[in-house]
């Protein structure tokens, strides 16, 4: 089965963003931009491929699932499909789709589930961390792009939102010399009642 793999740059201390929605202060030169390029191609916008002549592997992801503004990033600027080269949902209950290729998706939980029972490549959440908070029942794996700053306040890693605890067990950890390390966590299965 597909996994629901939650893939983010957050902040050493869990916030994704600032409070304005901007992650301008993350770094964006550094030795950890060759494993983004190569091993999360498939995560990176098709503009930005686009512009650093890279084609999508299509070896991780076939399909991203974003909140509005997550999605609001690009199209505010008139670009429909971000994610031209997956297949692409936003999760609004509030908007209509942009572009017929974008599906617009008012229960974020359902479609999820459905996505998961799909053949295919796993599924990439995009963000936010509201969208993160209201998926944590289906994160099946937590790719986190821990940067080097501290950013005092702005979108939490998984929003605001009231949840059952969840967990983790540690798969992994890279750290490069730009300071950013790569950690992944898999989801450990709920214990029998």
Not at 158 to 186: K, L
Request: contains cysteine; aromatic residues 10%.
């Amino acid at each position: 089965m597909r996994e629901l793999v939650y893939y983010v740059a957050v902040s050493l201390d869990g916030y994704i963003a600032a409070p304005d929605g901007s992650f301008d202060a993350f770094p964006v030169e550094g030795d950890h931009l060759q494993v983004l390029f190569t091993e999360f191609a498939d995560a990176l916008p098709a503009h930005v491929l686009s512009a650093l002549g890279i084609a999508p592997p299509g070896t991780r992801f076939d399909t991203v699932i974003q909140g509005w503004n997550s999605y609001d990033a690009a199209h505010s600027i008139g670009i429909t499909r971000p994610y031209a080269h997956l297949r692409e949902y936003v999760a609004t209950r509030t908007r209509d789709a942009a572009d017929p290729a974008v599906t617009f998706a008012a229960d974020a939980l359902a479609t999820v589930r459905g996505l998961k029972q799909e053949e295919g490549l796993d599924i990439y959440l995009c963000g936010g961390g509201t969208l993160a908070g209201a998926l944590l029942p289906e994160i099946d794996r937590l790719i986190l792009k821990r940067n080097p700053l501290v950013l005092g306040a702005g979108i939490p890693l998984f929003g605001n939102a009231a949840f059952e605890p969840r967990a983790f067990r540690p798969a992994g950890s890279r750290t490069f010399e730009s300071g950013v390390s790569i950690d992944e966590y898999v989801r450990t299965p709920a214990a029998a009642a």
